[in-house]
């Protein structure tokens, strides 16, 4: 016979050697469950015969084991039922009869059928009943006394159980019922999130169509109406010592409302620019360094609960050291000549920094006052050359390090990477504040 090859003998190998593994780890776990069992400890011993079988369906050493030991657990864990149901304690009971069922369960998925008597279908159909009717009894106690959370929180843990289809749509019916009356009574108290919440875990039951949808949508507009905070954000301004580049502040103002504050969370109702420029342009309010006073005159005017304003506190470019590259081009004219020219590469970190300060135009008090920062880096390629670059014969890509309109734009790109970002950091700023007045 001929020998083997290298690549077949290794793979065969690592084959028999995980193979190897394998069962040395199931075996840990079988002996684990053996003295588990030993130590009476029966529901984790069951637990590793399970997981050894999963690996291993043909060990059946840890077939029979589980078999005697679910015995066991169902026996136990069926007597403690009927005591609990004789006592009248019957959600007990159901717990003990859901973890009969529970481990039938996952002892069948390994291929062990633990039995169970004749009548384990009728005394389990008897004590859900009567647990669903005890349960059900409870819930209606505390919603006659307006005990909202406790009577959901009730009808929550009949959802575990195994009912009938008339039974679920009754507990359907009673989470629904207990949500939208929890809801009308934060709307009473003026917790206009915590109502708008309630009523959507109701129209979540029967879906938004349904009379509890309707209801519940009716209620949710309600406590939005009545709920929503507006904020005015006025233009932004660069404080003059920053060294800011021309535009930014206009260029960070735009991206803030346009594209980071056009979809706010709820209860949070930004004012739209153009309402808010028709109204600085009637009051005669110059863009610019804007007080408070005038900027919650101008909030009033748009009937905004917050004025929001904001400059550039401070601007940074740090230029890296450049890596300087000896290149060299022949000639377009004369293609025997070269010359020598310089790349440079580097990198180019920008930091902003805005402060922002939110007003409440009732009391004309600033509520807030943060400085948020951020940072945009980008690498650059860039040529050097004494004389006119276009004498050299380039490549496109070459040509392109010479373009100062191309370095122009890629610094207009790392600016507008800075505003996102800082635009991006502002708005959770101006939201949150906003919310924290909305309960």
Known sequence: ?????????????????????????????????????????????????IAVLAKEPGREDARQRLSDV????VEEYLAAARAEGTDGRYEEAVEAIQRIDGLRGRTAQVGVTLAVPDDYAGFR????????????????????AGRWPDASRTYERLRAYPLTSDQALKVDEARARVLLRWAEQDMSLGTFRAAYGHAQT??????????????????????????????????????PGAGTPKGLETGLY?????????????????IDRGEIHREMVRLRVRSG???????????????????????????????????????KAVL????????????????????????????????????????????????FRRAYYDGDYMTLDLSREERALFDREGWLRAEEELQKNLVDRLAERIAPVVFDRVLRFVR
Not at 126 to 143: H, I, N, P
Not at 293 to 314: I, K, N, P, Q
Not at 349 to 377: C, F, H, M, P, Y
């Open 70 to 73: 679910g015995a066991q657990l």
């Open 202 to 239: 109701a129209i979540d039951v029967f879906g938004p169509d349904s009379p509890t949808g309707v209801e519940g949508r009716s209620i949710q507009k309600a406590a939005l109406d009545a709920g929503t905070r507006t904020v005015a954000v006025l233009p932004f301004w660069a404080y």
């Open 289 to 327: 360094d804007i007080p408070d006073r005038t900027a919650v005159t101008v909030g009033r005017a748009l009937r905004a609960d917050f004025v929001a304003v904001g400059w550039l506190e401070s601007y940074r470019r740090e230029d890296g050291v450049p890596e300087e590259i000896a290149r």
């Open 125 to 144: 159909r008897d004590m859900v009943d009567a647990a669903a009717l005890s349960l059900f009894r409870q819930g209606e106690e505390l919603e006659n």
């Open 254 to 270: 735009d991206t803030l409302l346009y594209e980071r504050m056009d979809e706010p969370p709820l209860f949070v109702g930004p």
């Open 1 to 49: 016979m001929k020998t083997k090859s290298g690549p077949f003998v290794a793979i065969l190998f690592l084959s028999l050697l995980a193979s190897s593994v394998g069962c040395v780890s199931t075996e840990k776990r079988y002996q684990k469950g053996v003295t588990l069992e030993s130590q009476g400890r029966l529901e984790e011993a069951a637990q590793r015969y």
């Open 332 to 379: 377009r004219r004369d293609r025997t000549t070269s010359a020598a020219y310089t790349e440079k590469k580097f990198t180019v970190k920008l930091t902003g920094e805005v402060i922002v300060r939110i007003l409440d135009t009732v009391t004309g008090k600033a509520v807030n006052e943060e400085t948020v920062s951020a940072q945009a880096s980008a690498p």
